[in-house]
């Protein structure tokens, strides 16, 4: 099936410009980004020695709510103040920094999660600092969605893409699968874990999980992924169109299977 996957930057988290562009519309990105499976979230806090959490890029706050719901004190750290004053707007603890340079003040966690934001920090970096901050035995857990778009919709976007994008970071005939894609950076987080040292040997957890669709939905959701937040409002249109026109013709909606992946690791006591 075609995908439209993004080519692997090997070093993501140099590019500020596109990590920190998420908060134009802060609305919609908490009204329309996905939640994570609460499987995922009740396995974390089961597996963490105690209730406080560090949510690193923690953007409008959706994990963070997610994890204070499950009985977690949670503390913020997101380097956009558009994305830290929405999540202090819904009761998440915030401090703006990016998280290479974020002061912890001599605090500590017992676990530091990411969800869908460890790709723009620096991985052994990253890595040392969580050490510095988890205490004995606390748990770093990066997450991240996969998912596949029905064949319909992906080759409308990819021929869109190639139209008005010509030259983004886009791979337009790519036939791998997300998944492959993805592993990339799954396996780019694991080996930051490791050059740190003093966790134990990473693991990924796999949620899978189906949500449905209707058009408007969707197109209310793209406009928050990654190199379409940054264009102008002309060609954003073009593309909206063209996968609107597609998902019309499926019947108006359509269903996104969702892999939810977890790359996770203890501090050694």
Not at 91 to 113: K, L, M, N, S
Not at 115 to 125: D, Y
Not at 206 to 232: H, K, V
Not at 244 to 257: R, Y
Request: a negative charge; proline letters at 7%.
């Amino acid at each position: 099936m075609p995908t439209i996957n993004q080519a692997p930057d090997p070093e993501p988290h140099r590019a500020r410009h596109m990590a920190e562009s998420f908060g134009v519309d802060v609305e919609r990105y908490d009204r329309t980004r996905p939640h994570y499976p609460d499987a995922m979230v009740e396995q974390i806090v089961a597996a963490s020695p105690g209730p406080d959490v560090l949510d690193v890029g923690c953007g409008t706050g959706i994990a963070s709510r997610q994890f204070q719901a499950a009985g977690c004190k949670v503390l913020g750290v997101e380097p956009d103040a558009r994305m830290a004053d929405f999540a202090r707007g819904t009761g998440i603890e915030v401090e703006v920094a990016t998280f290479e340079a974020w002061d912890p003040a001599d605090r500590t966690f017992d676990a530091v999660i990411a969800g869908t934001a460890w790709h723009w920090v620096n991985p052994v970096a990253g890595a040392a600092k969580a050490a510095q901050v988890l205490r004995p035995g606390g748990r770093l857990a990066l997450f991240w969605h996969v998912f596949e778009l029905p064949p319909e919709v992906a080759e409308a976007l990819a021929a869109v893409y190639k139209r008005v994008l010509p030259d983004s970071p886009f791979n337009h005939q790519s036939t791998r699968s997300a998944m492959d894609a993805y592993q990339v950076m799954f396996t780019k987080a694991s080996d930051g874990i490791g050059q740190v040292g003093g966790f134990t040997e990473p693991e990924q957890w796999r949620f899978d999980w189906r949500r449905s669709y209707s058009r408007d939905e969707w197109l209310d959701q793209l406009p928050t992924q990654g190199i379409l937040t940054q264009l102008p409002p002309d060609k954003l249109t073009e593309i909206l169109t063209s996968v609107g026109t597609a998902i019309d013709a499926m019947g108006g909606h359509f269903t996104m299977n969702y892999t939810t992946v977890a790359v996770t690791a203890v501090l050694s006591a």
